[in-house]
C-alpha cells in the first residue's frame, strides 16, 4: 500500500534538490559574470585581465593563471596559436563556433609567453610561468647549502642571476633599462646576499641549529631590499606617471614612486616568506624527530625542501602578487606641490590618483 507521507518526503526532496540547482547555477553564473571585466559591445576585452581587479579575491584569480608552472610547458606551436587565434578576435575573423572559454585559454597562454607591450616571446626563464620551478629549485639548493661559505657563495650567485633574468625580462618595453644599471643592481643584490647570509651565518654558529637554516631566508629578504630599490631608482628620481579617474596623466610623482617601490619590495618578501621559513621549520623537526634524514639518507633533504617550497610557491607567488592592486591609488595631498597645483589650476576635484606599481 502506497504510503503518502513518504511520497510526500520524496517528492519535497526532490523540489527541493532541484530548486536548489537552479538557484545555485543561477547565482554562481551571476556573480561569475559580476566579476569578470565587462564586454565591449558583448566581445571580451582583450587588453584587460579577465577578472575586475578591484578585489584580492580577482586578483589572486588573475595572478593564479599568469603564474601557472604548466604555461611553462606550452610548445611553440601553440603559444603560436594562441596568438594567432586572438589576432583573429581583434578583427572579428575567429573561426565560427570558437566559445568565450577557447578566447579567455588563448589570452592566458598569450600572456604567459609574450611581452604586453613588445609583442616578443620572452625567455622562458624570465616568465612569471617560471617563477614557481625557478624559485622552488634555486630556494631548495640554498635551504640545503647554508652552512660553508663556498655553497652560499654559488647559490645566492645563482639566485640573484635569475633574479637579474626576470626583471630584465619583464622590463618595461617602453623605456629599457640601461645595461649599466642592471649590472649595478645585480652586483648590488648579489654582494648584499652574499654578505649578509655570510656575516649571519658566523654570527648564528653557536645557537640552535634552525637559527642557522634561516640565514637564507634574512639573505633573500635583504638581496629583495637592495636590488628593487636599486633597479628602479631613476623613477624615485623622475618619478612615474599618475592618471585621474579617467586614465589621463597629470604629471610625474617620485611620492608615487616611492609607494610603488615600497609595495613590490613587500610584496617580493612576503612571497619568500612561506617557503623559506616555515622550510626550516619542517625539516628542523624531520631531523630532531625522525631517523628520515639518518642513516645515509642525509641526501633526502635538498629534493625534500625542492618539493616543499614548490608546493607553498605555488599558491604564495600568485596570492603575494594579490595583495596590492597593480593600479594603486594615492591621494592628492601625499603627492608633490607641483602636481596639487596643477590639479587646482584644471578646477579638478581628484582626491585620488593612480599609478602602475609594476610586478
Known sequence: Q????????WYQRR???????????YYKSNLRKMAETPRIEGRIDLDQPRWQQNTFFNRARHFFAVTDPRNALLSSSQLEGAKGLLQLYRVGQEPLGTTEEEVFNAKKMYESAFHPETGQKMN????MSFQVPGNM???????????STPAILIWQWVNQSFNAMVNYTNRSGNSDIPQSLLLKSYFAATGCAVGVAVGLNKATAKLPPLVGRLVPFAAVAAANCVNIPMMRQSELFDGIDVLDSEGNVVGQSPAAARSAIIQVTASRVIMATPGMAFTPVIMNALDNKTKLLKNGRAWLAA???????GCILTFATPLACAIFEQ???ISVGSLEQSIQEKLKASSSEEKYLFFNKGL
Open 327 to 329: 593600479k594603486s591609488s
Open 303 to 309: 629534493p625534500i625542501q625542492v618539493v616543499i617550497i
Open 124 to 127: 622562458i626563464l624570465g616568465r
Open 15 to 25: 523540489v527541493r534538490g532541484v530548486l536548489n540547482y537552479y538557484t545555485n547555477y
Open 137 to 147: 629549485s634555486i630556494c631548495g639548493m640554498m635551504l640545503t647549502f647554508y652552512k
Open 2 to 9: 502506497l504510503d503518502l507521507k513518504v511520497v510526500k518526503q
